[in-house]
């Protein structure tokens, strides 16, 4: 454990915890294994969110290409033609060419700033109340709220159980558990739970205190408490929970791609409608 303590950076709380738990007990490559298990099973999730969600990003940054494109490039063309002609322009194409002319003249400042925003957004992160209110955000926000608690909850139980096999304390297994998942607000019920529990309250007990944490993790918790089988009942709730959050994947996927479809489809709709309006007004003059 010394040894690993020294490279913090590239070892979690949770695999030192682990390592600790299995010299103490005389278990250690069991914990290792265990630990391997635990990372492979947060690999494979990560791996799953990301692969998910690679198409949705990929239109998104394909309609900023398009869009971006044509103001740029068609909206100058059509501007000029049209002032040439003197052509009143609508209030839309009016709009979209002060816009036009806006990103032509700034566009150095505007993609500084487009660069700049994420890592300000990384560094303010790192102040402890930005932090607070981002992450507790996350677990609000609509749609993809319901999705980051599961999340969190599954990855949090799973730490826990994991520990809990390997002889860890149920506080220290909190504890440990609440460094983990890397959250404000999972912090914050980490703390809870470890004096909840050293108040005498069960486990099931002080879990329940907590609605993120699905009923179904409580009912495992009070099963397994009573059977003296914790670890085991709770890692079968979270393999329900982990094939939860696939279903609620796949769920959000099928919502989420016409959206976009239909939305990006519209916008470059009414861009061009707004390019194209001026000259169907002057043609029927012409007529």
């Known amino acids: 454990t010394d040894a690993f303590s020294k490279y913090r950076k590239l070892f979690s709380d949770f695999f030192l915890g682990m390592v600790e738990a299995g010299e103490a007990g005389g278990k250690l490559a069991q914990s290792l294994d265990i630990s391997a298990k635990y ?25 900023l290409v398009v ?19 003197g052509v009143p322009l609508p209030a839309a194409t009016q709009m979209l060419v002060i816009f036009s002319i806006i990103m032509t003249r700034w566009w150095p400042l505007l993609l500084g700033l487009a660069i700049a925003v994420p890592f300000a957004f990384r560094y303010l992160q790192k102040n402890r109340y930005v932090k607070s209110k981002w992450d507790y955000f996350k677990y609000a926000m609509p749609v993809f709220g319901r999705l980051n608690r599961l999340i969190a909850s599954s990855n949090f139980i799973r730490s826990f159980a994991m520990l809990l096999s390997t002889g860890v304390p149920i506080i220290k297994a909190f504890q440990v558990s609440g460094l983990v998942v890397n959250n404000e607000k999972m912090a914050e019920i980490s703390i809870d739970l470890q004096r909840s529990v050293q108040a005498g309250n069960s486990v099931a007990d002080s879990l329940k205190k907590h609605d993120i944490f699905p009923p179904i993790i409580v009912q ?9 089988a914790l670890w085991q009942m709770l890692n079968k709730g979270v393999d329900f929970l982990e094939k939860d959050i696939e279903r609620m994947l796949d769920a959000l996927l099928v919502k989420l791609e016409p959206i976009l479809t239909l939305s990006t489809g519209t916008i470059i709709g009414l861009i061009l409608m707004a390019v194209y309006l001026p000259m169907f007004d002057y043609m029927s003059h012409l007529k």
Request: net charge positive; glycine share 6%.
């Open 39 to 63: 990372l492979e099973r947060k690999v494979d999730l990560s791996n799953k969110l990301k692969s998910s969600f690679a198409y949705p990003i990929i239109v998104v940054v394909m309609c």
């Open 67 to 85: 869009i971006t494109a044509l103001i740029l490039f068609v909206v100058p063309v059509f501007s000029k033609i049209y002032r040439g002609l």
């Open 220 to 228: 495992l918790a009070s099963s397994g408490e009573q059977a003296g």
